[in-house]
């Protein structure tokens, strides 16, 4: 009974691993588009310059 059980916590746990990990690739490809749209898309500043579209 009890290996019975450590698979299918393995299991368990292995899903919620795989889970998390395709969310993270979903957030890190938004992050990314908005990365590249903010480059994109940034306004020229003073003298013509491009200026940075983050605050930091």
Avoid: D
Wanted: no cysteine; proline share 2%.
């Amino acid at each position: 009974m009890v290996p019975l059980l450590l698979v299918l916590l393995l299991a368990v746990v292995l899903f919620g691993a795989g889970f998390a990990l395709k969310a993270l690739w979903v957030v890190a490809v938004i992050v990314l588009v908005l990365w590249a749209l903010g480059f994109i898309m940034r306004s020229a500043g003073a003298g013509g310059r491009r200026g940075r579209w983050y605050r930091w």
